[in-house]
């Protein structure tokens, strides 16, 4: 009987102590920012639009003359 | 300002948080006013204090436990489709009276099956931790199927206890769900399985906030569906649970 109890006591022990490193984890990671891997890739789930709304696309600009179509 | 004006300012909604400008408007905010990962995870550690605060009154005044979950449902919903710019003063509402809730339902487990409460909270939290380093070092990838996938999955969750819930009243239940045959274990895996990966969803809702930069009230907002998750995961693994040990 008192094995019994022992033994559950120690259960809720090992439980408590998986409980508390476990939350300790979540609190110091959860500050660290997300690794390269997962932040730069195309397949993300783009919640909030586009950070930059850029409309000038990179590259040579090249004057339209009318002279072309005629 | 005239209604081009506004419309060339904000887009075609006068209400910056409806266009898709929204990140522009998002830029227009100082600093200190913007989301960052840190309020977050502080405000997420506010919500958990009050939660098992709630849990200690619950607990020592189980009669508590049903007008407390009917508020935290109220205020979930208002949360989720009134105003989620007002999270700051509903969530930490929220996560008190659910944890009042969680207490009263824990001790009834508990005088149950022995041991349990304790059990459940370990692995809630020891699947966050293990999730959340899956997410930050980029084990899981979450992208637009893999919410599909999820919403899905909850969607018909949520069919499955609304039906159940109407079988009730008619003295009559889904075994497969409520029962502790070997298939009502193997369902009860699956759904605590969907609760945990909506974890991940979670996190990556809070990343790219932070990231892009949202309003202040995002935090809360973040830190709020982070509880929600943890509330359902928790009562589910407390299910599994108690299904097993009742065998």
Known sequence: MQKLEAGKNLNNIIFGLIAIISLFAFFKLAKVKASSKQLNRDS??????????????????????????? | MSKHAAINRFGR??????????????????????????????????????????????????????????????????????????????????????????????????????????????????????????????????TQNFRLMLVSAMGGILLLYLVNFVMSFFGSTLSFLTSNSPMSIGVSIIIVGVAALSLVLDFDFIEEGAEKGMPKYMEWYGAFSLMVTLIWLYLEILRLLAKIRSR
């Not at chain 2, 006068?14 to 522009?24: D, H, L, V």
Request: aromatic letters at 10%; a negative charge.
């Open chain 2, 13 to 142: 909604s006068a209400n910056p948080a409806f266009t898709k400008n929204f990140n522009q408007f998002a830029n227009d905010l100082p600093l200190s006013d913007r989301m960052t990962l840190d309020g977050a995870v502080n405000k997420t550690g506010i919500l958990l204090s009050l939660c098992f605060g709630g849990a200690f009154i619950g607990w020592n005044i189980p009669q508590l436990m049903f007008p407390a979950m009917l508020i935290g449902f109220v205020l979930a919903m208002i949360t989720i489709f009134r105003s989620p710019a007002k999270a700051g003063s509903t969530a930490p509402l929220y996560a008190l009276t659910q944890g009042i809730f969680l207490g009263g339902i824990t001790l009834f487990f508990e005088a149950q099956f022995p041991g349990i409460a304790i059990q459940a909270l370990a692995l809630t939290f020891g699947i966050l931790a293990t999730l959340l380093v899956c997410y930050k070092s980029g084990l899981i990838l979450p």
């Open chain 1, 44 to 70: 993300r789930i783009n919640r909030f639009g586009n950070q930059n709304t850029n409309n000038i696309i990179e590259g040579e600009s090249e004057e339209i003359s009318d002279e072309e179509d005629k």
